[in-house]
């Protein structure tokens, strides 16, 4: 019978690690640096000769393992290959699962997208506990997203599901986002896409703002936002306009229960759904208007949690 | 060992049924009036008598059956709860699973909606035969769509999953949609919508155009497309560029292998993908952008095929 399991989460400077019981308890949690050099090609017997190491010094064997988890920042498809991940040197597709099979004889090992398994970990021990069908929604530097349908995480043919950030919102856009295209999600919702809105706003208007005195960031926006600052109050409309449209969006699609929302732009906290819900409840499907938002609860270990659950399988 | 398997597909006014080997062969295909009358008390029944009279007519047994699947027009979650279907008289939630196997003993019984349902027909024997992670678009007097993921439906929370229809596509929109909001994409995109959007180009515009002689509907359209009307060609772009933009969001949230593309504006056949392909190259996400189109190819019979295809279970 099978009592631990390893969550792994690749980022590009560090490698998250963590040891759960088969309940999601947590046994320990470590980080090893991310060896991008020689085109990535240490990360993976790091991470093994890490795992290897862990069990030795709780005295456990390899036996106990249900298995290890890997979640890596780039497409990995339903039968766990990797089709790139240029932040960690990987340029050529390959099998993320036979490779640390054979690094970790007689383990399970199955991966995932970064983003996609973050949702994974939300659901299982975070902010959408409890759910079957749940949007993670990442709002950092960029916007990234997770989908879980019945429990099962939406890989996409090529391991692009969930790309939500860049879903085409704005046919009136002049500055390219990251991907080449013009008019995506994070160009509006992503931290960055706030302090470009706050911007726009103080070019075109010459209101007073707590804004013009110092940095503009998500954080100061949001926090003038709070003291009642009306320019950044209509930069947070902008915002949630923009959100709330998008999110609408794939309600209608995917028709979740909970949309959890979390990166560095959820600390603002509840009041985000402030902004974002009346463009939602004007734009969204009526058979979806009751999907709730919940935040993001595990911060940085969603990850490893959702990576050990991809091994644990579906919803119960 | 199952042999056979029986397929349902319940619409307003007829019930078509299939019975089929459990390799998608046709044994039998026959029609039924639904009788919507007094609830629509009648219909499930009817069905089961229906079932069970072209049993004793093959001199089958109800052994030799692995089940019946049936799909309704109105949102069914996972477990078979039918949650309404007002063109079938059903304005309260119940389970159609449990109802038919009371009138059905023994019988394995499966529900899904109407479209998701299609869209599982195919995935089975039609446009997306040999793909796990499709979409099928319905473009009639509505849009309809079907998701499949990883070979299973993506019916959603609620039931209301693939309602690709209402994904909001115009901030511009001054005539109300059937669901009550504004500017969703079945008002750009069905048969309706492109009446809809030949009406304003008409009215805008004193060019010549075949469209002024006669009937206006999405078949004058683009029979007036083939014949080089230049009018007709602007209503053409507008509709893929509508439907363009609608499609590459759908893409960079369940990145599906194929669009399988259906009903009955889709008769005027591959020269749609021309008109939908610009604006979906030019603003899907790079992970999702090789996506193909392709024509449905099932017709009316999608929904008895995709019924049975539910008791057959996932891709295989």
């Known amino acids: 019978m099978s009592k631990y399991v390893v969550g792994v989460d690749v980022g590009g400077t560090t490698v998250k690690l963590g040891m759960f019981t088969v309940d999601g308890e947590v046994i320990s949690k470590w980080e090893i640096p991310t060896r991008t050099e020689d085109d990535g090609s240490h990360i993976l017997p790091d991470i093994a000769d890490s795992i290897k190491r862990e069990i030795v010094a709780h005295n456990f064997n390899a036996e106990d393992f249900a298995g290890v988890g890997i979640g890596v920042?780039?497409?990995?498809?339903?039968?766990?290959?990797?089709?790139?991940a240029v932040n960690l040197g990987w340029q050529n597709e390959f099998s993320i699962v036979e490779t640390m099979k054979k690094l970790l004889p007689g383990m399970t090992v199955r991966g995932g997208n970064d983003a996609n398994v973050a949702a994974l970990g939300e659901m299982w021990k975070g902010g959408g506990q409890g759910c079957e069908n749940l949007v993670a929604v990442t709002l950092g530097t960029g916007v990234g997203g997770g989908i879980i349908v019945g429990g099962r995480l939406l890989n996409g043919s090529t391991g692009a599901g969930g790309e939500i950030g860049h879903i085409h919102i704005e046919d009136?856009?002049?500055?390219?986002?990251?991907?080449?295209?013009?008019?995506?999600?994070?160009?509006?919702?992503?931290?960055?896409?706030?302090?470009?809105?706050?911007?726009?706003?103080?070019?075109?208007?010459?209101?007073?703002?707590?804004?013009?005195?110092?940095e503009v960031s998500a954080k100061t926006v949001f926090d003038a936002v709070k003291a009642g600052d009306t320019l950044a109050i209509r930069v947070a409309e902008a915002f949630g306009e923009y959100l709330g449209k998008g999110l609408a969006i794939i309600a209608g699609v995917v028709n979740p229960e909970v949309f959890v929302i979390g990166g560095g732009v959820s600390k603002a906290g509840e009041i985000l759904f402030d902004y974002i819900r009346p463009a939602f409840e004007r734009t969204v499907f009526h058979g979806s208007r009751d999907t709730r938002f919940a935040l993001a609860t595990l911060g940085n270990d969603a990850g490893i949690y959702g990576a050990a659950k991809l091994i644990l399988g579906n919803a119960d």
Chains 1, 2 share one sequence.
């Open 73 to 84: 920042p780039g497409p990995v498809d339903d039968k766990g290959v990797v089709h790139k």
């Open 172 to 214: 009136n856009e002049t500055e390219a986002c990251g991907c080449g295209n013009y008019g995506c999600l994070e160009e509006y919702a992503s931290a960055t896409g706030i302090v470009r809105l706050a911007r726009r706003e103080l070019e075109a208007s010459s209101d007073p703002s707590s804004l013009r005195d110092g």
